[in-house]
Nanobody, 114 residues
Framework: QVQLRESGGGLVQPGGSLTISCAVS????????LAWYRQAPGNQREWVAD???????SYADSVQGRFTISRDNAKSRLYLEMRGLKPEDTAVYFCRAGVTPTYWGQGTQVTVSS
């Protein structure tokens, strides 16, 4: 059974930093493209960043230069390091594995507020 479980979310002040992680079980992540998405209240889920098996990493324009995606295949974990957080980064963050089929976690809440 494939499971993705995000953790590390919380409340952080504007300008602060936070690292969230996604623990993956039931599939070998070293052969899967992985990604982070987020969904703010009233908005559609949007792509944030991806980390492909080729070693390529890509970021949405809104987070470029502030967020860093990484993975640890030995620990079967995906990470998202977030710096310079803004109130508009407030959302539920989801990790995703694969394309077809694709697997999602349940999300972790990140709130940026003073």
């Amino acid at each position: 059974q494939v499971q993705l479980r995000e953790s590390g979310g919380g409340l952080v002040q504007p300008g602060g930093s936070l690292t969230i992680s996604c623990a993956v079980s039931g599939l070998p992540i070293d052969v899967y493209d992985l990604a982070w998405y987020r969904q703010a209240p009233g908005n559609q889920r949007e792509w944030v960043a991806d980390d492909k098996t080729t070693g390529s990493r890509s970021y949405a324009d809104s987070v470029q230069g502030r967020f860093t995606i990484s993975r640890d295949n030995a620990k079967s974990r995906l990470y998202l390091e977030m710096r310079g957080l803004k109130p508009e980064d407030t959302a539920v963050y989801f990790c995703r594995a694969g394309v077809t089929p694709t697997y999602w976690g349940q999300g972790t809440q990140v709130t940026v507020s003073s």
